[in-house]
């Protein structure tokens, strides 16, 4: 392993790293180690074009480009002395030269690579008095991007991603030397199901989302750590938070799960949160079959009233429970352990499924279906096909996933139930067939923690607060337990303890602990439970 | 009558007879002699040996020793070995491989023939710019004459050996002449210099070891293996061995070519060879090397014509491509054609060379309007500056010398544009 001397820090790199990767390598760039850079990307193909992050190498007679020069054993590497900011600044300088600098009405302002360096490591005034480049503000490069040519300062991050991340390959630049533009082949356009990242990888406002531009200054904006919720893999983001509103979804750079990408589909998720069907009251149907608005105690003891008049009758055996990999591992534990009080045996989890790709895009469109199974949510298709057969009376529903997949054929299985009780956090169909529906929360709305496909937990929290009265599922079904009056139920709810309970039951999920998982999360255990093919 | 120099040596000693780009009339001259000495006779490490030995300097324009480039091609490799032959020649002033490949495609062909038994290339790619459409026909045609008598292709000359040669037409590109350019233009690509490293020699055409030399390197190499390293040596300066091609253009009596050894003193090839500049005017200026290459004022054209004595001018011999500008030139006009040609050149990837040749050229039309402050003449100076050896290529410093060597030796024709508002040079040439 190499050891090399930057600015006098001895760091230890990697073999055949480049300085630029040995210091990413190490937590160190820009964090630590200022080396400006904007063609360089930790996760894309060296360019070495912008020539930026060029550094003094003791022994060598020219500046070298920090991202394209390996470490080599007791190397000298000077980042911050004359030659080197005076070379940063001769760039920043030219960069700036065609630049149009209407920060003011730019997206990117706030987050603006160009604007930070320029503050950091430019020349304050330009001294250019030639016209600059005059080109098209407003490209329509495809569905999701808007392209400012005038902003683009041509470091090709944008053109690399599409050819090696979904490669796709879309993007190319066209012309040359200072009339250079990016622009999508003739007849086609940049539309593939990762595009939007190509916004999130451009340092200035050339490249911007349809969806979020013109809509806030990113200096409103609170970024939250939290998990993208439309598949299982899990893919960390930031919720960029203003006004108790999720404005955005953005990748959250974890190597052990999604780079520093996500994909378009989970991007657009955020409007989940806010969507108009999200379900806002209690409700309970009447005699007459109306659904009524109540509050959730009235919602609690009407469920329980019906529940108990059933295990009085016909014993627990006739009720089920359908979980939704949608729910957290402290609503699906807390669920588990209802029903194994209540003496059901019949419980599932309903998972949708859809397309998948070899890079991040998984099958399973949910972003707890591992950890549903770890805890010992069988597959629906089996509850489902005990309420077709007759042998159940009542479901308790989170979510609507069954539905959704296609388990319940519409919401006919359900019609004829004795009791349907549903924690949902949107509207469907189910809500005909329910005889008490309760609104519960987003995985924004509340802490918890969710297993990936390849068996990671990662915690959620709270980012937002719905602007009614909501709860997590695993307080309404405590709540449920003890209006029941079933042991280990006294209807007080705190995710923390369940969570430590889950630790502390489930040899997977030994020593992980809500506080202390961290932002990255970390694998599960191997479980005994013997893996169910997928 | 055929086009010759007006001065010849060895390169070009036969190039005024009418037979001698066929392959009879090539081997008539002792043609593919030294190729049949160097593949039955001499080991590819003695090849090597020799041409270090001769001293051979690179005539693309950078000078580097033709030997030790070879020697950095990998011994021990599975992968095929290529070579490239710089036919680009794209620098404004230069025009002296294009009578190399006119009348000498054979004398080049041997040179690549040797070369290639030299390093193990199995094939080379000839690449030729576009506008070239008859010496490529040429070369052309002295290609299918070697293989029609097995100088190329299988067994050649019953050695055993074999190597290909394919012709490549370039597209226009100023930027294709630089080696990595070249290559990526040669895979079909757009030609855009990569970084380096890796070198050629490890990661070069289609991604096999490569060597590129320009015509005229190759186009020595049959004399030093007929004639060795010594009667080589007999030309030019210790440093800088042999003889090169001289292209002379601008006011003088007798542009042309002339074949001179190196170290000719660049008075001796304008006043002696071109025969001065023409109506009894005085030379200004001249342009050593190609455009790239730093202007002489008239007090400095004692200088030999060799690096070692053209650097300590901070200037270079480049490609030999001598350019004379006389009395009634302007050179912020020289300015404003050499910057626009960067500008226009440039591939655009790095960004001094990107946003610097447009600035450069813009700064330097509004000084040649009339429309510039003093100030503006040192913000010129400081871009080239911040240009040069900061990039991928030399592209950026070949567009930033020739502007910072303007500055250098004729500042005073800037600040005359600034402080009259307009160009003093009435009559100063047009395009």
Known sequence: MPKFTVDGREIEAAEGRTILQALDDAGLLMNGVDIPHYCWHPKLAVDGSCRLCQVEVEGVPKLQIACDTPVRDVMVVHTQNDRVKAAREGVMELLLVNHPLDCPICDQAGECKLQDYAYDYGVRASRSKEPRRALKKNVDLGPTIVFDQERCILCRRCVRFCREIPKTGELSVFNRGDRSVIETFPGTSLDNDYSMNVADICPVGALTTRDFRFKIRVWFLEDVPGICTGCSNGCNIYLGVANNKVYRYVPRRNDAVNDTWICDAGRMSYREIAAPDRLRECEVRDEAGRLDPVGLDRAIEVAAGRLRRLIDSKGPGVIAGLASAHASNEDLFTFRRFLAALGSETCGVAVVRGKADDLLIKEEKAPNAEGAREIGFGDARAVVDRIRSGAVDAVIVLGHDALQEGLLGSEQALAGLDTVILLDTHASELQRVAHVIVPVRHAAEKLGSFVNAARRVQRAVPAVESGWETFADGEVIARLGAALGLEGFDGSYDVHSVARELAATHAAFAGIDLDTIGDAGRPLAESARPRTER | ?431
């Open chain 2, 1 to 431: 009558m055929l086009e010759t120099p007006y001065v010849t040596r060895y390169l070009t000693e036969h190039f005024g007879e009418p037979d001698f780009p066929t392959l009879k009339g090539y081997e008539r001259f002792g043609g593919y002699r030294a190729a049949r000495k160097a593949l039955t006779e001499m080991s590819p490490e003695e090849v090597i040996e020799l041409v270090k030995t001769a001293g051979l300097q690179g005539r693309g324009g950078a000078g580097f020793p033709a030997g030790m480039k070879w020697s950095f091609m990998p011994k021990d490799s599975d992968r095929p070995k290529y070579l490239v032959c710089n036919a680009d020649e794209s620098e404004p002033g230069s025009f002296k491989d294009r009578i190399l490949l006119e009348r000498g495609a054979h004398q080049m062909l041997e040179g690549i023939l040797i070369a290639a038994w030299a390093t193990g290339a199995t094939t080379t790619f000839i690449y030729i710019r576009g506008e070239y459409a008859y010496p490529a026909d040429q070369v052309e045609r002295a290609i299918a004459e070697a293989y029609a008598k097995r100088y190329l292709g299988d067994n050649i000359m019953g050695t055993g050996f074999r190597h290909d040669v394919r012709v490549t037409r370039g597209a226009g590109a100023y930027i294709c002449g630089e080696e990595t350019g070249l290559l990526e233009s040669l895979e079909g690509k757009k030609g855009q210099p990569r970084k380096k490293p890796p070198f050629p020699a490890q990661y070069g055409a289609f991604g096999m070891p490569t060597t590129v030399n320009n015509v005229e390197t190759f186009s020595h190499v049959p004399h030093i293996v007929d004639k060795g390293a010594n009667w080589f040596r007999s030309f030019g300066t210790e440093k800088s061995p042999g003889t090169t091609i001289f292209g002379v253009s601008g006011h003088v009596v007798r542009p042309g070519l002339y074949e001179l050894p190196l170290g000719t003193p660049l008075s001796e090839i304008v006043f002696e060879h071109a025969g001065g500049v023409p109506g009894g005017r005085k030379v200004k200026g001249v342009i050593p090397g190609g455009m790239s290459m730093p202007i002489l004022p008239a007090g400095q054209l004692d200088v030999p014509m060799a690096n070692e004595f053209l650097r300590e001018r901070k200037t270079m011999l480049g490609t030999g491509g001598i350019m004379v500008m006389d009395e009634t030139t302007c050179m912020v006009r020289v300015a404003s054609v050499i910057s626009y040609f960067f500008r226009d050149e440039s591939c655009g990837q790095c960004t001094q060379c990107r946003e610097g040749t447009g600035w450069m050229n813009k700064i330097v039309e509004r000084i040649e309007r009339g429309a510039a402050e003093e100030e503006d003449i040192e913000v010129l100076g400081d871009v080239a500056g911040k240009m040069e050896a900061k990039t991928i290529c030399a592209f950026a410093d070949a567009a930033a010398w020739p502007i910072q060597g303007l500055l250098r030796h004729f500042r005073d024709d800037f600040v005359e544009h600034v402080r009259q508002r307009k160009c003093p040079f009435a009559g100063s040439f047009e395009l």
